[in-house]
T-cell receptor, first 118, second 114 residues
Framework: NAGVTQTPKFRVLKTGQSMTLLCAQD?????MYWYRQDPGMGLRLIHY???????AKGEVPDGYNVSRLKKQNFLLGLESAAPSQTSVYFC?????????????????FGPGTRLTVL | GDSVTQMEGPVTLSEEACLTINCTYTATGYPSLFWYVQYPGEGLQLLLKATKADDKGSNKGFEATYRKETTSFHLEKGSVQVSDSAVYFC?????????????FGKGTLLTVNP
């Protein structure tokens, strides 16, 4: 199993450009997440999905869109990049346990995408 | 809302020293608590977790006990190694309807010198 993979690993954009980050998992996980990591801020949730075809906003969703057309993939889009979106982006997934147990489960993280917006 | 407060560091120790990284939380209900570790250039990975009060999570010589009375989940290791150098994140998942989302602390950078 590859686990959680992210594409690309690095990217430099100019202000106003658009791009899509791809996250793929091969563990048949139900839930997927996008976080951003900034110095001194920890990880902050951007968007998440609790199943194929569903998405929801997290803590810092502005300027980002997401799609989950296939269970194994979760895409993060930046329509018009801004320097404030310079960050390291992490995707994660978890099984999505039923019966109130979802919160006890481990999240599995990808290796990250380092994005710089000039 | 839910929040996690942890020692911000950086923490620098010599090999074989004792480690404690403090973590306290604010949450309603009965959250699950986690420590994740991020080695240089990598994503986060679970180090240990505890899902109810008084549970002790342990892994790779690290331990943390879920203390509901003090709302704490401090990470400890009796003898650190150079290979433990990493950023450590305390996190919680809420009980109830949004229990699949994690709230993270800001992270603590640990450097262990030989």
């Amino acid at each position: 199993n590859a686990g959680v993979t992210q594409t690309p690993k690095f990217r430099v954009l100019k202000t106003g450009q658009s791009m899509t980050l791809l996250c793929a998992q091969d563990m048949n996980h139900e839930y997927m997440y996008w976080y951003r990591q900034d110095p001194g801020m920890g990880l902050r949730l951007i968007h998440y999905s609790v199943g194929e075809g569903t998405t929801a906003k997290g803590e810092v969703p502005d300027g980002y869109n997401v799609s989950r057309l296939k269970k194994q993939n979760f895409l993060l889009g930046l329509e018009s990049a801004a320097p404030s979106q310079t960050s390291v982006y992490f995707c994660a997934s978890t099984r999505g346990l039923a019966g109130g147990l979802a919160g006890t489960d481990t999240q599995y993280f990808g290796p990250g995408t380092r994005l710089t917006v000039l | 809302g839910d929040s996690v407060t942890q020692m911000e560091g950086p923490v620098t120790l010599s090999e074989e020293a004792c480690l404690t990284i403090n973590c306290t939380y604010t949450a309603t209900g009965y959250p699950s608590l986690f420590w994740y570790v991020q080695y240089p250039g990598e994503g986060l990975q679970l180090l240990l977790k505890a899902t109810k009060a008084d549970d002790k999570g342990s892994n790779k010589g690290f331990e943390a006990t879920y203390r509901k009375e003090t709302t704490s989940f401090h990470l400890e290791k009796g003898s650190v190694q150079v290979s433990d150098s990493a950023v450590y994140f305390c996190a919680l998942s809420s009980s109830g309807g949004s229990n699949y989302k994690l709230t993270f602390g800001k992270g603590t950078l640990l450097t262990v010198n030989p």
